[in-house]
């Protein structure tokens, strides 16, 4: 074994966290492609983004605008989370014990900053459907959620310029994946985001 550790592993078997990718609701509403990446049960799972980059962990930051607590025995809670281009639909249960007590005090509405792993289903009819499970959920302000938006515009419209010039094999990957892939429409949708900003 080499004395460079691999950027996932440590010596005694467990695995560093995955980077938290920041993207719009819009986008990773698009997402229709999950892999895993390795053999191994504790091989990271990621979603690939419509921009081409892969993503086993997300940071959101927008108005959590409701919640609901549901089950009995197994308790967790579902919320939806708004950002200038859409929802996040997010939750949390006995699995993040911490982040559904966090969940469960937060009063509606109020701006929120999310770190989770984005998950996705394809329902019977065939259409997909994102969802976040919470790691972690702290209540935050405006001028975090402002931030948070330019941070998210840059990055996006990086992944963007990337996809156009870029041969990475996510990049590939992605361009298999959704072929209808409109550049132009993703970079209205940063630029519309960013008019949200009040100065």
Known sequence: ??????????????????????VFASELRECRYQFKDGEDEKSPTFVLLPTGERSNRIFIVGTLTEKTRQGEQNIFYRGRVIDPTGTFFIMAGSYQPEAMQQMAKIETPAFVAVTGKPNLYQKPDGTYLVSVRVESITVVDKETRDIWLLDTATRTLDRIDALTTGTTPDIIKAKEQYPTLDPAAHRRMVYDALAQIKI
Do not use: C
Request: no cysteine; net charge positive; glycine share 10%.
């Open 1 to 22: 074994m080499s004395s460079r550790e691999p950027e996932m592993g440590r010596r005694d078997g467990s695995f560093e966290r995955e980077p938290a990718r920041r």
